[in-house]
């Protein structure tokens, strides 16, 4: 992508998506669903992040039908056995000079606070805007503001083989932020981490 078109694709407002078509395997049940802020997972996300974007959609896998996902806006992933690039991918498709909001399902302990930092923050002459990972410094790609030269930087990648958007982060010129709260991007993958996740929101 040369600069000049990368220039005049930069989009001033976001739209917002969160990535709710994995099959939650080590979960062992849809982790869209559990429920740990009084509603599933999925429609508190969703109401987060709402907020601060101009238009807000869930990225779900093609017939994957429930009561909250059949409730919210969506877009459905256009390749199969992608991951998350799926859908980052048909949000790119459906909106193509947009920027777009981005995050898992899968974060309860994210919060309004470090949203705001990341949407005051952003930098739209970058690829993205990331915060780094507390455990290894490298950007986090699903809690993340993604530009559209970011998305087509993607899409090639994926083309050529390569689903993790992390790597595609690392590649391009990303805005790195220090995160807000250690543990606001903590993503909740087994019955265990579930059970302790609860525990502590439920504490609070």
């Known amino acids: 992508m040369t600069t000049t078109h990368w220039l005049a694709t930069m989009s001033e407002t976001l739209f917002g998506l969160v990535l709710a078509g994995g099959d939650s395997t ?3 049940r ?8 009084d509603q599933p997972q999925l429609s508190w996300a969703y109401q987060l ?12 896998r093609n017939r994957q039908h429930d009561e909250v996902r059949d409730s ?4 459905e992933d256009e390749l199969s056995d992608s ?11 459906s909106a193509p000079e947009q920027a777009w909001l981005v995050v898992a399902c899968d974060l309860p302990f994210l919060n309004e606070k470090t949203l705001d930092h990341l949407v005051k923050h952003r930098d ?5 805007t ?32 390569l689903l993790c958007p992390r790597k595609a982060l690392v590649r391009a ?4 932020l220090d995160p807000v709260s250690a543990t606001a991007l903590d993503n909740i993958n087994t019955p265990d981490e579930h059970k302790d996740a609860a525990r502590i929101i439920d504490s609070r």
């Open 72 to 75: 919210l806006p969506r877009i």
């Open 130 to 161: 990331a915060f780094r990972s507390v455990n290894n410094r490298l950007p986090e790609p699903l809690c993340a503001i993604w530009e559209p030269a970011g998305l087509q930087l993607l899409r090639e990648q994926v083309e050529g083989g």
């Open 124 to 128: 739209p002459e970058s690829m993205a």
């Open 30 to 37: 849809d982790k869209a669903l559990l429920a740990y802020h």
């Open 49 to 60: 992040i709402a907020p601060f974007c101009e238009e807000t959609f869930i990225s779900v």
């Open 173 to 176: 010129d990303t805005r790195l």
């Open 83 to 93: 991951g998350p690039a799926a859908g980052l991918l048909a949000a790119a498709a």
């Open 26 to 28: 080590r979960m062992q």
